[in-house]
């Protein structure tokens, strides 16, 4: 992958999953026949992208290395917002809880973008390829917790 494509992974799964998802709705899936749902789904799909690989060790490294020496236990940090994501996944395909999951989400990345910032700042790599650069990922960044407030609404 280059090493715009390594940074745009997150964005495809939303928007080809939104894509696929509301087509499904379109051709008469009628739990995806609102956009809500299956921008739900596509969250989900991007979150089990961005989940899985904080247990993978090439990326679980990177992504320790990513966290600003400020925080303590950085490995541990990890492991926490890696089942965080996993769970908000889950939560966003249960729709008595896929409020709540989108709002936990949307915070999450908040909290997790100074790490982002740090990676950016100090030339970090992710499974040998170099972050996202500041500008793009700040953009991401944006519409990824708008579509999670959206997913909220």
């Not at 989400?105 to 030339?123: D, E, H, K, Q, T």
């Amino acid at each position: 992958m280059t090493r715009l494509e390594e940074g745009m992974v997150p964005f495809i799964a939303l928007i080809g999953g939104f894509v696929a998802l509301r087509l499904l709705g379109v051709a008469g899936v009628d739990m995806l026949d609102s956009w809500q749902p299956a921008l739900r789904g596509a969250l989900a799909l991007m979150f089990v992208v961005t989940g899985v690989p904080h247990f993978l060790p090439s990326w679980r490294r990177d992504f320790v290395a990513m966290i600003p020496a400020a925080f303590p236990q950085p490995a541990l940090l990890v492991t926490i917002t890696g089942v965080l994501e996993l769970a908000g996944a889950a939560g966003l395909l249960l729709p008595p809880i896929a409020p709540y999951a989108a709002i936990g989400l949307a915070l999450l990345m908040i909290a997790m973008f100074p790490a982002n910032v740090s990676a950016a700042r100090r030339g970090l790599t992710l499974a040998g390829k170099p972050v996202t650069p500041l500008p793009t990922r700040t953009a991401l960044q944006v519409l990824f917790v708008a579509a999670a407030i959206a997913a909220a609404a």
